[in-house]
């Protein structure tokens, strides 16, 4: 007797050891979970099912999350030993009376498989097919009241006891596992609202940088003037598009007012909500142009020091106006193709695509029939460019709308410059509408700028170029009277650029653009002669 007694007493001492090393085990994976990063949180949940897994003799241990729609419950997290086959993904109808035990927060445990009820077939089939289970054991955790998932214990060599002890100790530690991933989960939304806000800020600050590039005197009168039969045409044409979210081509000589056009057509349309974004293909260089439309990642290249949004992106849900398409890159039409064809685009630097709704509307002064058939711009996206031309006539062909545009110009400087304008000549009137107008709309904006700059009574004398000069060469009598126009301006601040009241404030123009611009035009301060001596 009392050789079975300390037999006895030995197996106590050493259920009582495992029971003590249990209980660290459990006590080490909980503190584990206490300040762990929520980056770290799946390899912890595999440890600890590695650990128990070992330690309990177990075959395998799989952590299952029920999807939002209940639905589902995706295998998330598992760990089998060797040779032991691995659950399925996703469980969805499979074990229909477990998965419905789930959804109730009810564990269930069954050491023999072989003794589930005959309504239980196919949970009998499941264990058969996943390499002859025959115990096993699972449990739910919820969160506020809804299951979040279950974990889910299983002996394939074995027909195992799950005695209570032992549930509540597992059941204590899937919730330490469960509250983690919940964190997570709550991590990755707010990580995600953040990217979201991010994106926003991004965007926004776009279109706040594009606009105020945007505004300048000629926005400012978004009133399209004229009652000519060839405006009215026009503006039928724009109502008839606008509601649509066809791509829309204008054409028309330089200064025409296209983007005046393309502007009306956003304003009536279902996107008038959102800004209208815009680039003039002809301003930047090519190496340039590929990031202001796609944007680019940090690093893209040298010199980009950070991420910056594309105005495509700055665009989205809105409409981009791209003036002087005739002049993009070869290389750029075809990913400006794909942009239209399926609504995605890379930024530089970045694999991933980015999906854009996104109305497009183009102008140029260019054939770009002529520049397909000469191998400059590519017939496909001349095609997709080509749904809806708008052809936008000439100054010449509506001379009506002079006297309309003349004095809508007048007003609108008269209040910047403070003066009042009571009277045009007749004469000067009717010279202006006799005149060939090769710059168009712009030529005119800027004689009667001018004009007003100069005038020094009630009465406004605008200086018409001789009607036989443009005969000559239309260009160069445009570029002339720009050149001519800047001058006075410049004399009229003593040459000064710069600050309040200089020639760029008054130009509307940035400084560094009127520097070009004049010496493009070879503009220079005559400087008085030295008295000899």
Not at 375 to 381: A, E, I, M, T, Y
Not at 390 to 404: A, C, G
Not at 410 to 430: A, H, L, Q, S, Y
């Amino acid at each position: 007797m009392e050789k079975n007694s300390g037999s006895s007493n030995a197996d106590v001492a050493v259920q009582l050891a495992e029971r003590l090393e249990f209980e660290a085990l459990l006590s080490s994976l909980s503190a584990t979970f206490i300040n762990v990063p929520v980056t770290e949180v799946d390899h912890k949940i595999e440890q600890g099912l590695q650990k128990i897994v070992d330690f309990l003799g177990f075959d395998r241990s799989s952590v299952w999350r029920v999807s939002p729609d209940k639905n589902r419950m995706v295998c998330t997290h598992t760990y089998a030993l060797p040779g032991i086959k691995q659950p399925p993904a996703v469980l969805s109808g499979v074990v229909p009376v477990w998965e419905a035990m789930v959804h109730q927060d009810r564990i269930f445990r069954i050491s023999d498989v072989d003794e589930l009820p005959d309504e239980l077939w196919r949970e009998k089939e499941y264990c058969r097919e996943q390499g002859g289970i025959k115990s096993i054991m699972f449990i739910p955790a919820s969160v506020g009241g809804t299951v979040v998932g279950f974990i889910t214990f299983v002996s394939n060599s074995v027909n195992r006891e799950w005695p209570d002890d032992l549930i509540q100790r597992l059941r204590l530690l899937w919730e330490v596992f469960a509250n983690a991933l919940e964190r997570k989960r709550a991590d990755q939304k707010i990580q995600h609202a953040l990217a979201e806000i991010e994106k926003l800020k991004d965007r926004l600050e776009a279109e706040n940088i594009y606009l105020r590039d945007q505004i300048s005197i000629e926005h400012k009168h978004e009133r399209i003037i004229g009652q000519s039969d060839a405006l009215r045409k026009v503006l039928v044409q724009v109502d008839q598009v606008a509601a649509t979210d066809s791509t829309v081509l204008i054409l028309g000589e330089t200064g025409t007012g296209k983007e005046l056009i393309a502007r009306s057509i956003h304003e009536v349309s279902g996107r008038s909500g959102r800004a209208m974004i815009k680039l003039n293909c002809a301003a930047l260089p090519a190496t340039l142009i590929e990031a202001e439309l796609f944007g680019r990642e940090k690093g893209a290249y040298t010199g980009a020091s950070s991420r910056q949004t594309g105005r495509f992106e700055a665009a989205n849900g809105s409409t981009i106006f791209l003036d002087e398409i005739g002049e993009l890159s070869y290389e750029l039409q075809s990913k400006l193709l794909r942009v239209l064809q399926e609504g995605q685009f890379e930024r530089l630097g970045s694999p991933r695509p980015v999906d854009v709704d996104v109305r497009v509307i183009a102008a140029t002064n260019r054939d770009l029939s002529q520049a397909v058939k000469e191998g400059r711009f590519r017939q496909d996206l001349y095609y997709r460019l080509n749904v809806f031309p708008i052809t936008v006539p000439p100054l010449r062909e509506r001379r009506e709308d002079i006297p309309l545009l003349v004095w809508a110009m007048v007003k609108e400087f008269g209040k910047f410059f403070g003066k009042t304008i009571e009277r045009i000549p007749r004469k000067n009137m009717d010279d202006l509408e006799r005149y060939g107008w090769p710059g168009n709309i712009r030529e005119l904006r800027n004689m009667v700028e001018r004009a007003m700059i100069l005038s020094k009574g009630p009465t406004l004398i605008i200086d018409v170029p001789d009607s036989s000069s443009t005969s000559a060469s239309s260009a160069m009598s445009f570029a002339e009277f720009e050149r001519m126009h800047i001058i006075a301006v410049m004399e009229s601040t003593d040459w000064r650029v710069r600050g309040k009241n200089g020639a760029a404030e008054i130009l509307r123009l940035k400084p560094t653009t009127l520097d070009a611009k004049m010496k493009k035009l070879g503009i220079k301060r005559k400087l008085p002669a030295r008295l000899p001596g």
